[in-house]
């Protein structure tokens, strides 16, 4: 069975800082996917940025970009410039490409950016 | 539809109870999933739908525990006889699953926050 672990399970930094979320994964699948999700205190989920395990180039979204290492099976979020909007609990997630597709979630790293 | 809607936002119930939650997904996605997330916690799988198939209820903690999809469409999540341990927010999340491809992204609902006295 997969697993996900998210190492830290709170952060703060400064407006305008980068900070680097954690993530390793264990899987013995070769194709797979990997998500970062935010959740802020609404309680939605949104997807912040998603990794095809296929791709050597990491993936990137504006301020969001990841370093995947497939072979370390670890998959970090990078944001750089960060915004007080960016306070949340983010979720790494994995899925397989076989059976149900679920997601399989690490426990989280709750956030905070200080003004 | 702009997105995946919950209903209801929050639920209160008594221990022994019965609740059911309802889940409208985005329109035209044929995967459907539920989701528990406990108290500080991530989140633990529950049970898939997929079109016609049958659903996977490997997810489901106990047989108090079900789901149905009608239509292909909105899903309820039924649980019976409430445990207090039963409190959690429960999401829901849809996505396209392209003809022979694996399914895209999970698009969330806000999810109903459960409180089981």
Redesign the interface.
Known sequence: AQT?TQSQPEMSVQEAETVTLSCTYDTSENNYYL?W?KQPP??????VI?QEAYKQQNATENRFSVNFQKAAKSFSLKISDSQLGDTAMY?CAF?G?Q??????????TRLTINP | GAGVSQSPSNKVTEKGKDVELRCDPISGHT?L?W?RQSLG?????LI?F?GNSAP?K??LPSDRFSAERTGGSVSTLTIQRTQQEDSA?Y?C?SSLVPSGG??E???????T?LLVL
């Open positions: 996900v998500f999700y609404s309680r939605q989920m949104i997807l998603r979720f899925r490409i059976g149900a597709q679920k997601l399989v979630f690490g426990q989280g | 995967a999933y989701y916690q991530g989140l633990e799988f898939y997929q996977d490997s997810g927010v999401l999340a694996s399914s992204t999970q698009y969330f609902g806000p999810g926050r």
